[in-house]
């Protein structure tokens, strides 16, 4: 079974910044993707930023050039850095992760951790 943290998450004013924080655990024999999924208040869950194993990122295009993925693969952990904070940046920020067990392939979701930008 592989669990999917998240940490970092709470409140901030416009402007600021705040570092999210996923970990995967569990029996692990590797981790392919790793990404970041925002879910705001009454509108579905979006993607944020996603990272593969190598290292290459891909960002939705409101989040280009304030947030920065990246990731510690001997950890199994990925980073969300989001620098000028927008109130419409508010929502819970999703992990999800792409792994390979014993038993195949499979994903999972974190828990959520809730940022909330105030103007």
């Known amino acids: 079974q592989v669990q999917v943290v998240e940490s970092g998450g709470g409140p901030v004013q416009a402007g600021g910044s705040l570092r999210l924080s996923c970990a995967a655990s569990?029996?692990?024999?590797?981790?392919?993707?790793m990404g970041w999924y925002r879910q705001a208040p009454g509108k579905q869950r979006e993607l944020v930023a996603f990272i593969t194993s190598g290292g290459s990122a891909v960002y939705a295009d409101s989040m280009k050039g304030r947030f920065t993925i990246s990731r510690d693969n001997a950890k199994n952990t990925v980073y969300l850095q989001m620098n000028s904070l927008k109130p419409e940046d508010t929502g819970v920020y999703y992990c999800?992760?792409?792994?390979?067990?014993?038993?195949?392939?499979?994903?999972?979701w974190g828990q959520g951790t809730q940022v909330t930008v105030s103007s």
């Open positions: 999800h992760a792409d792994f390979h067990t014993w038993a195949g392939p499979g994903g999972s």
């Open positions: 569990g029996s692990i024999s590797s981790i392919s993707g």
